[in-house]
C-alpha cells in the first residue's frame, strides 16, 4: 500500500506532521479524521519524496536507549515510542516518532518505518530492527545499537576534537592574510608607490595585488561566500566523499588514520550484527557498504560470494590482501573457537585506540606545520614592507651626503 505524507491540526490548533500506509488519499484522510486530526496537506510518498534531514547522533542514542529501557522493563513499544516522542525537542525526530506511533497501530513492524528514512538511520540500523522482530530480541538489539552509535559518536567526537585547534589556526591564519591584503598593505601601498621610487619587484607585486583586492572588497567577499555555500552542499553528495579520498590517497599519514577509522566502523558495525544473528553473508555486505575507502568498499559484493562457495572468512580476507594481519589473525582465532562477534568487538576497540593515537601524532605534526606556515607568510609581508622603508631612508642619506664639501675654520 502506498504511504501519505500529511500535515494537520491537533486539537491544540497546533499544525504536526507525519506518515499513514493506506489504499489511497480519501482513506489517508478519513484516518486522521478518526484520530481527531484536521488534514491540511495530504501527498503520496514516494523516493522523490524522502525526508532530506538527519537526526543528530545524540537523539538516536537517546532514542535507542530509552526504547531498550522501556522494553526491558515490560512497557509495549507503542507507549515507550509515545513516551519518548512527547519528550523529544527534535522536530524530525518527533515526526518520525509520529509515524512510527500511528504504524503500530496500523500492525506495521518497525523497520519498515526505518526504511522510510534512509538520510537517518542506515542499513545495520535497519537489519538489526528486523532480526530483533523476527527473534522477539528486540530490546537487546536496541542496547546493541546504542552501544554501536555511542562508540562511534565517541570516536568521531575524539577526531573533530583532535582537528579543532590545527583548523582554528588555519582559519585565523586566512583572516590575518585577508585583512592585511585588503586593509594594510593597500594603505601603505599608495604611499610607496605614488613616490616613484625603485622598489624590489615582490614588494610592487604584493603593493600592486593589494590594491586591486580591496578594489574588489564586496565582490570578492561575495563570492567566498558563496563558494564555501556551494562546496558545503557539493560535500553532501554521495560522489564528494569518493573524490576527496582519492585527492587525499597520496598522503600516507592521512591515508592510514581513513583506514584505521574504517576498519574500527567495520568491525564495530559487523560484530553488532553477527551478535544479532543476521546472517553472514548478509552482515558483511551491509558491514562494507557502509564504509569510506574503496579497496574496502567494493569487497561488499565479493566476499558474501565467496562465502556462499563455502570459504571461510579468514581465507578470504587473506587472499584479499587488503586487511591487516592482525586483523586476520584474529578472525582466524575468531572462527575457531566460534567467537567470531567477541573478537570482532576486540577489533573494533583496538583500532579505535589506533585512530586515537593516530589523531594525536598528525595534530603534533599539523601544528608546527601550520605555525611555520604562519611565519612565513608573516615574514614574507613583513620584508614587503620593511624593504621599501630602508629604500627610502638610504635615498634620503644619499641625498643628504652628497652636497660639496664643508667650510675650512
Not at 282 to 299: G, H, T, V, Y
Amino acid at each position: 500500500m502506498p504511504t501519505f505524507n500529511y500535515k494537520a491540526l491537533d486539537n491544540a490548533k497546533q499544525v504536526i506532521a507525519g506518515s499513514v500506509t493506506v489504499k489511497n488519499k480519501q482513506e489517508a484522510a478519513q484516518s486522521l479524521v478518526k484520530r481527531g486530526l484536521s488534514p491540511l496537506i495530504i501527498k503520496e510518498y514516494s523516493d522523490s519524496s524522502r525526508i532530506k534531514g538527519t537526526v543528530p547522533p545524540i537523539d538516536k542514542i537517546t532514542f535507542c536507549r530509552y526504547l531498550s529501557t522501556m522494553l526491558s522493563s515490560g512497557l509495549s513499544l507503542s507507549e515507550g515510542i509515545e513516551v519518548l516522542r512527547g519528550e523529544t525537542k527534535h522536530t524530525l525526530m518527533r515526526r518520525i516518532l509520529g509515524d512510527m506511533s500511528y504504524s503500530l497501530e496500523q500492525g506495521q513492524q518497525l523497520s519498515t518505518v526505518f526504511d522510510r528514512y534512509p538520510n537517518v538511520f542506515e542499513p545495520y540500523f535497519l537489519t538489526l530492527t528486523h532480526a530483533g522482530e523476527v527473534s522477539g530480541k528486540l530490546a537487546e538489539v536496541f542496547k546493541y545499537l546504542e552501544a554501536e552509535l555511542r562508540a562511534e559518536y565517541s570516536m568521531f567526537s575524539k577526531i573533530k576534537g583532535a582537528l579543532l585547534y590545527p583548523l582554528v589556526v588555519f582559519t585565523a591564519m586566512i583572516a590575518i592574510g585577508m585583512l592585511m591584503f585588503f586593509f594594510v598593505l593597500p594603505q601603505i601601498g599608495k604611499v610607496f608607490l605614488s613616490l616613484k621610487l625603485p622598489l624590489p619587484f615582490f614588494t610592487q607585486f604584493m603593493f600592486k595585488f593589494s590594491l586591486a583586492l580591496s578594489g574588489q572588497f564586496i565582490p570578492i567577499i561575495v563570492g567566498i561566500i558563496l563558494s564555501a555555500i556551494i562546496f558545503f552542499f557539493w560535500l553532501k553528495q554521495p560522489f564528494a566523499k569518493e573524490i576527496i579520498i582519492k585527492l587525499i590517497q597520496p598522503l600516507p599519514l592521512v591515508r592510514d588514520l581513513i583506514k584505521k577509522i574504517d576498519l574500527a566502523r567495520f568491525n564495530r558495525i559487523f560484530s553488532t550484527l553477527l551478535r544479532s544473528a543476521v546472517p553472514i553473508t548478509e552482515a558483511l555486505e551491509i558491514s562494507l557498504s557502509s564504509l569510506s575507502w574503496f579497496q574496502f568498499k567494493r569487497l561488499s559484493h565479493v566476499l558474501p560470494e565467496e562465502i556462499r562457495t563455502g570459504k571461510s572468512l579468514a581465507l578470504i580476507i587473506k587472499e584479499k590482501r587488503v586487511f591487516p594481519s592482525l586483523m586476520i589473525q584474529m578472525v582466524t582465532a575468531g572462527e575457531k573457537t566460534g567467537t567470531l562477534d567477541s573478537a570482532l568487538a576486540d577489533l573494533a576497540s583496538f583500532y579505535e585506540e589506533e585512530v586515537e593515537e593516530e589523531l594525536k601524532s598528525l595534530t603534533q605534526i599539523i601544528e608546527p606545520v601550520l605555525m611555520l606556515l604562519v611565519g612565513i607568510s608573516v615574514g614574507i609581508m613583513i620584508l614587503s614592507i620593511i624593504a621599501p622603508i630602508y629604500s627610502v631612508v638610504g635615498t634620503f642619506q644619499q641625498a643628504a651626503g652628497t652636497p660639496g664639501t664643508p667650510p675650512i675654520k
